[in-house]
């Protein structure tokens, strides 16, 4: 049995009490990754730890994000399953220049009012892992290629000079 997920949270105020979050989101709750999707059926599993890194004491954000999602083929347009699998290891930040600062080390997020709203958080990591371009390993294409033989070629050229109309394609103002 899981846990529902807050909607929004302070972030900081979870490192400094070292909380893991952990539940489910329905698919259907994400407005950005239900374009992609074949389906909007399912659920995406969350386990967050707020803490900070060893070394240099930062707030982090750590845990997984898992799910099995439909994406739509782009080679067939019929549905593909891929398996989200994002392990998270991100630094929070409070300005620009510190992200800036960080960004070579670590993958920041930044925090504005000192608030997350969690969905969009989790929405985002998953477009991170998502495919460039979804396709199964062997489909047929949506539309399927004309292969024509050269009986074929020259048979449909001579019904287009047949056409009263095909002169008129050389004619030029």
Not at 100 to 106: G, H, P, S, T, W
Not at 111 to 139: G, K, N, T
Request: proline share 6%.
């Amino acid at each position: 049995m899981s846990k529902r997920l807050p909607i929004d949270i302070d972030p900081f105020r979870l490192v400094e009490q070292r909380i893991l979050l952990s539940g489910e989101m329905p698919v259907k709750q994400f407005p950005r990754l239900k374009k992609l999707l074949s389906t909007n059926t399912g659920v995406i599993q969350v386990d967050l730890v707020f803490t900070r890194t060893n070394v240099t004491a930062l707030p982090v954000i750590t845990g997984t994000i898992t799910g099995n999602l439909e994406l739509i083929c782009q080679r067939c347009l019929d549905a593909v399953l891929f398996v989200v699998k994002s392990d998270l290891n991100i630094v929070l930040v409070k300005t620009d220049a510190e992200a800036k600062r960080l960004q070579n080390d670590y993958d920041t997020w930044l925090v504005e009012d000192d608030r997350i709203f969690l969905q969009d958080f989790i929405e985002d990591e998953i477009l991170l892992v998502l495919p460039h371009s979804a396709l199964h390993d062997e489909c047929e294409p949506f539309k399927p290629l004309i292969e024509a033989l050269p009986n074929e070629v020259v048979e449909a050229q001579q019904q287009e000079n047949n056409n009263p109309f095909a002169i008129l394609k050389d004619l030029k103002h």
